[in-house]
């Protein structure tokens, strides 16, 4: 999660990961929210389901990982659980949402204001809370 300091105003953020690996992630999260084709929704859930393959940063190392957190976007310690997953052969999208600059992707605030609990092997989709 991120930590802010300083003067902290009314504004809110909040931060999600996306964490896959094995299967191309559009095809894993057609999977989790697939309906059948047939339905009058199918087409909708298909553009959701690229929308959030294509949301955050793509970190696929720990190399990655460290500059993302040193580009101010984690503390030292706060990387761990990230961390583990990468070492568990998880690429990860990471991203974030704030209504204090004007963020208009509906997808990051989306992941980023809901706990969608998936815990698959092969996918999870977090979300971290925020400020």
Request: aromatic content about 10%.
């Amino acid at each position: 999660m991120k930590s802010r300091y300083g003067w902290v105003s009314n504004s809110s953020s909040s931060s999600f990961v996306i964490a896959w690996k094995n299967k191309k992630l559009l095809d894993l999260i057609d999977g989790v929210i697939a309906i059948p084709e047939t339905h009058p929704f199918s087409r909708l859930m298909w553009e959701i389901a690229k929308e959030l393959s294509g949301a955050g940063e793509v970190i696929k190392d720990l190399k990655g990982l460290e500059k993302y957190r040193k580009d101010g976007h984690y503390e030292k310690g706060e990387v761990e659980d990230l961390k583990e997953l990468i070492e568990k052969g998880y690429t990860l999208r990471v991203g974030s949402w704030s209504n204090e600059n004007g963020d208009d992707s509906y997808v990051e605030r989306f992941l980023a204001d809901n706990d969608l609990n998936v815990d698959t092997e092969d996918l999870k989709i977090i979300h971290e809370g925020g400020y």
